[in-house]
């Protein structure tokens, strides 16, 4: 079981942009595959950008072309730049292995990201 923490949501005018960061604790993190999650309001939690060791990514359509995700090994820590927002984009933002949670066994408290006017 690993450590997660999430943090740099917050309430964002439509059309804005925002990054959100995630560490995890001990060595595992670089040699995982991971990922950024949301739960929307009312919805099962869903991908929104995964990332290999290798550094492939991928993206639903939903985001693809206003999500950037990217990570340092050194630092244990995962981010996802997000621009464009919407409002449909608010939910809370979770981070974690690239299998649903099945690798680091544990889920952070995520962050909340609010987009509206």
């Known amino acids: 079981q690993v450590d997660i923490l999430e943090s740099g949501g917050g309430l964002v005018q439509p059309g804005g942009s925002l990054t959100l960061a995630c560490v995890v604790s001990?060595?595992?993190?670089?040699?995982?595959?991971v990922a950024w999650y949301r739960q929307r309001p009312g919805r099962k939690r869903e991908l929104v950008a995964g990332?290999?060791?290798?550094?492939?990514?991928n993206y639903p359509n939903s985001v693809k072309g206003r999500a950037t995700i990217s990570r340092d090994n050194a630092k244990g820590t995962l981010y996802l730049q997000m621009s464009r927002l919407i409002p449909e984009d608010t939910a809370v933002y979770y981070c974690?292995?690239?299998?649903?949670?099945?690798?680091?066994?544990?889920w952070g408290p995520g962050t909340q990201v609010t987009v509206s006017s």
């Open positions: 974690n292995d690239l299998y649903n949670g099945d690798f680091f066994k544990s």
């Open positions: 001990g060595d595992i993190f670089s040699n995982t595959a």
């Open positions: 990332i290999t060791t290798g550094g492939y990514t």
